[in-house]
T-cell receptor, first 114, second 113 residues
Framework: SAVISQKPSRDICQRGTSLTIQCQVD?????MFWYRQQPGQSLTLIAT?????????ESGFVIDKFPISRPNLTFSTLTVSNMSPEDSSIYLC???????????FGPGTRLLVL | GENVEQHPSTLSVQEGDSAVIKCTYS??????FPWYKQELGKGPQLIID?????GEKKDQRIAVTLNKTAKHFSLHITETQPEDSAVYFC????????????FGGGTRVLVKP
């Protein structure tokens, strides 16, 4: 399985600011995904990031709030813009495992917005 | 789109007993069903998965069963140990939605020594 790292692992931010989360994988992957996990809740897909194309956002998530970059096959970033306390969550990236359709997750970024 | 429901939301078992978590899904086209374990402060870890052409799969103390007709699948953990305490998530993949994973609500399992 792929080894995935995320930076930062956690952060405390002031409302109105933005934070960029990085996701690095140790092998080339076609699809990378960004999820939000609110406290005590399940995982909700924010968007799918494919290299060389615009990210595909799920209902309720917009590019202005969560811009995503995918410059190559091993790296992606998610920015949480103009943060409010409601953005306090764990943000997780995952990658597809190829033909087996399995997704492997990174350790997550724990964000607290004051 | 796909909807996955998971029960129970919390489960407390005595060490050595079995734990069963059940999930139902709505899209009959879904064909891949992974289970993830999430420990405190960590990302979800894939523990077992099953495809729609298989009725049961086992890996040591963990097994998953799938009933395509009824559209439900279950996770069985036997001989539970304290290290099995975690939150477990079931999921189903939507082939028509670019292999999007839809997750159940999660089950918090506590194994009491």
């Amino acid at each position: 399985s792929a080894v995935i790292s995320q930076k930062p692992s956690r952060d405390i931010c002031q409302r109105g600011t933005s934070l960029t989360i990085q996701c690095q994988v140790d092998s080339q992957v076609t699809m990378m995904f960004w999820y939000r996990q609110q406290p005590g809740q399940s995982l909700t897909l924010i968007a799918t990031a494919n290299q060389g194309s615009e990210a595909t956002y799920e209902s309720g998530f917009v590019i202005d709030k969560f811009p995503i970059s995918r410059p190559n096959l091993t790296f992606s970033t998610l920015t949480v813009s103009n943060m409010s306390p409601e953005d306090s969550s764990i943000y997780l990236c995952s990658v597809d495992g190829g033909w087996q359709e399995t997704q492997y997750f990174g350790p997550g970024t724990r964000l607290l917005v004051l | 789109g796909e909807n996955v429901e998971q029960h129970p939301s919390t489960l407390s078992v005595q060490e050595g007993d079995s734990a069963v978590i059940k999930c139902t899904y709505s899209d009959s086209a879904s064909n891949y069903f992974p289970w993830y374990k999430q420990e405190l402060g960590k990302g979800p870890q894939l523990i077992i998965d099953i495809r729609s052409n298989v009725g049961e799969k086992k890996d040591q103390r963990i097994a998953v069963t799938l009933n395509k007709t009824a559209k439900h699948f279950s996770l069985h953990i036997t001989e539970t140990q304290p290290e099995d305490s975690a939150v477990y998530f079931c999921a189903a993949i939507e082939p028509a939605a670019g292999n999007k994973l839809t997750f159940g609500g999660g089950t918090r399992v506590l194994v009491k020594p």
